[in-house]
């Protein structure tokens, strides 16, 4: 590379600054192949070509269109192919006929039709019609592509947030050592943490993710002074924690004992709450209630498994409802002071929803 240099410079330097100067903007401008111009898109290039009689080149017509003719150096007829963009964005499919290709059978050429006209073609990474750069390495098949896209993307985020997210989990198992209502929560798996059953809002299933995983928010301006429940009278002096609010005060045991009368049907004791526990924090259905099991498979005999499942979501959703209710009330009770009336039947509302236990 050659710098021209003025014929009277300042300074014994200015010939070396100049040359830095030229570097810098070599190294900082846009990468270009041998032969390629500045500002000249890059040609299309198909990632692994089946084997044509003929070369083509490629050029993109329109947003989604791509034709293909055979290049300067072939003496085939100019018969031009046309190629249509797939909803992945990677792969193109031929519009009518496919161009002939080399086998060493005719068996061998109709596997290869067929390959083409399933999986169709896909380009190199191209600015001219991909959005972002991506890179597969060669020995991924055009059919894995878009799996392999995807794999890529879970390996990236995983290892990032591979060692945040095991301090968060280890969190949570040591907080289940000495939490009953952490340790059934965590019995959930992530797919039950966010299913909302067609029953549910999205507040709500939050909500009930929020619970499992420890992340609601207990702190209001008064709480550095005093961390009592605000809930109930008889919880003054009571530290508000996870385990307080949706288990220990009597506001959310009048709230449960309403559900589980309801569900199995008998009086709830204080002795008989308790065994819900697991039940309620896990929102998964009591499977010892034969009772009732026996009522539900005597009326839908024809389909015992279908009404089973139901039946357990019924419960999902009704103790997702428990859970935000409390937390609402909760937040009532810190926030505007409302009072919270535990002898009132216990409508369920949220900020999309409302439903009652009452049939």
Not at 45 to 73: C, K, Q, Y
Not at 91 to 117: K, M, Y
Not at 227 to 250: D, L, Q, Y
């Amino acid at each position: 590379m050659t710098v021209p240099l003025p014929l009277r410079h300042p300074g014994p330097h200015s010939g070396a600054k100049l040359r830095r100067w030229a570097t810098a903007l070599l190294l900082s401008s846009p990468e270009l192949q041998i032969g390629e111009a500045l500002n000249t898109p890059p040609a299309l290039r198909p990632r692994h070509e089946p084997p044509f009689t003929v070369s083509f080149d490629w050029r993109l017509n329109s947003a989604g269109s791509i034709e293909g003719r055979p290049s300067s150096s072939s003496r085939s007829p100019p018969t031009s192919f046309t190629l249509h963009q797939a909803s992945d964005g990677l792969r193109w499919f031929f519009q009518g006929s496919v161009p002939e290709l080399i086998a060493e059978s005719d068996v061998a050429r109709q596997a290869l039709t067929r390959e083409l006209l399933t999986g169709g073609l896909v380009f190199e990474a191209n600015p001219q019609i991909h959005n972002f750069p991506w890179f597969i390495p060669d020995t991924t098949s055009n059919i894995h592509i878009v799996q392999e896209l995807g794999r890529q993307a879970f390996r990236f985020h995983k290892k990032v947030f591979a060692r945040p997210l095991k301090d968060f989990v280890s969190r949570l198992d040591d907080r289940a050592l000495v939490d009953k209502w952490q340790s059934a929560a965590l019995r959930q798996s992530p797919r039950q943490v966010w299913d909302h059953c067609h029953g549910l809002s999205p507040y709500q299933v939050l909500t009930g993710y929020r619970v499992a995983t420890r992340q609601l928010n207990l702190y209001h301006a008064a709480r550095p002074e005093d961390k009592s429940c605000r809930k109930a009278p008889a919880c003054h002096g009571c530290v508000e924690t996870i385990m307080h609010v949706f288990w220990e005060c009597n506001s959310a045991t009048a709230l449960w004992v309403k559900l589980i009368e309801h569900w199995t049907g008998e009086r709830a004791s204080r002795e008989r709450t308790q065994q819900f526990l697991v039940t309620r924090a896990s929102r998964q259905a009591h499977t010892k209630l034969s009772h009732r099991m026996k009522i539900l498979t005597d009326r839908f005999q024809d389909d015992v498994a279908a009404a089973t499942r139901v039946w357990k979501e019924i419960w999902h959703i009704l103790a997702t409802m428990c859970q935000t209710r409390i937390w609402t009330d909760r937040n009532a009770a810190v926030f505007r002071a409302e009072p919270i009336d535990i002898t009132r039947g216990p409508t369920v509302s949220g900020p999309r929803a409302s439903a009652s236990f009452e049939l």
